[in-house]
């Protein structure tokens, strides 16, 4: 078989290949286009679903943030009131302790007080008691009525090198202590008693004056004055 004979492809059909060759490329570099640009968008959906969603979080975290940041405040807020309250009330406790220990301090002070002037009037009792007894022959009478009738009476000291004279002025108003006193001053002073400076104790009552002569009845001016001169005859 010479070259001649040899079967080949025709300028149509090697043009009509190079065309269906063409088209088919061409779909083929359409659909990698396509993907192409669809990977694209999927990768930018990805990438924006992605944003989004991290924004919403940090959104949600900044909302939560803020949350817990007023929820913080209320509580540091409640915190200092109570805080406050606190301090007040122990301060408002401290001032109260004072007071109650000032209190128990006066308390104390009083019940040593009364327990002291307890003692002491128990004392001044018993020896008022002695005194009547021992020296005004067992006389009845009050220790408040010996304080005001007798322990108050005016009296005068004088002293020589052997005596102490005590002189009681006479009290006109009260006659009954004066008779028991000049009753027993003899009695008293026949005891020989001495005081701290070795002298000899004597007692005395002033002689009682002379009663004063009341004036008449027709010169009386009023129930509520005592006595008034009236015009001279």
Known sequence: MTLK???GFTLIEIIIAIFIMTIALSGLIAVTVMAIKGN?????MTTATTLAKEQRSLAACVRKTSAL???????LERVGALR???QAELAERQEQKQRLAAR???????TELDSLFSLLK???VQLVAYVLKEYLGDARMEPVTFLERVATLPAGLRTTPEFELVTFLYNRRDPEVMKLLVDHCHAINARRLRTRSGRRLRLQVDPAPLPRVPPPRQRRVNTGDRFARGPAE
């Open 122 to 124: 128990v004392g001044l």
């Open 40 to 44: 694209d968008f999927s990768k930018r």
């Open 5 to 7: 004979e040899q079967p």
């Open 69 to 75: 940041s007023v929820r913080r405040q209320k509580m």
């Open 84 to 86: 406050a309250r606190h």
């Open 104 to 110: 128990r301090k006066i308390y104390k002070h009083d």
